[in-house]
Nanobody, 119 residues
Framework: QMQLVESGGGLVQPGGSLRLSCAASRSIFSIYAMGWYRQAPGKQRELVAVFTSGGTTNYADSVKGRFTLSRDNAKNTVYLQMNSLEPEDTAVYCC?????????????WGQGTQVTVSS
């Protein structure tokens, strides 16, 4: 089992920045994948950014160049630095992790943190 606890959401003006944190309850050193999804009202959940076990980081086209995903293995935490925020970035952001199980993989989700971009 793994618990994910997010923090760092809030209200920010367009063009502003926020940093989201996701703390895992156990080591993320060899995790299969970890990152962030978001869901805006009336829209489907979409990938924002995720690390994969192959060492790559995937970003949604809409956030490339503005958002940066990073990790601190010692703190079992991943961060999403969000710059140049736009009203379209308003959503609930959920932390996601996939671990290798005895058979297949297990997926874990945080409770979500609200990000609102508005003047």
């Amino acid at each position: 089992q793994m618990q994910l606890v997010e923090s760092g959401g809030g209200l920010v003006q367009p063009g502003g920045s926020l940093r989201l944190s996701c703390a895992a309850s156990r080591s993320i050193f060899s995790i299969y994948a970890m990152g962030w999804y978001r869901q805006a009202p009336g829209k489907q959940r979409e990938l924002v950014a995720v690390f994969t076990s192959g060492g790559t980081t995937n970003y949604a086209d809409s956030v490339k160049g503005r958002f940066t995903l990073s990790r601190d293995n010692a703190k079992n935490t991943v961060y999403l630095q969000m710059n140049s925020l736009e009203p379209e970035d308003t959503a609930v952001y959920c932390c996601y992790a996939r671990t290798v199980a005895v058979i297949g993989t297990d997926d874990y989700w945080g409770q979500g943190t609200q990000v609102t971009v508005s003047s």
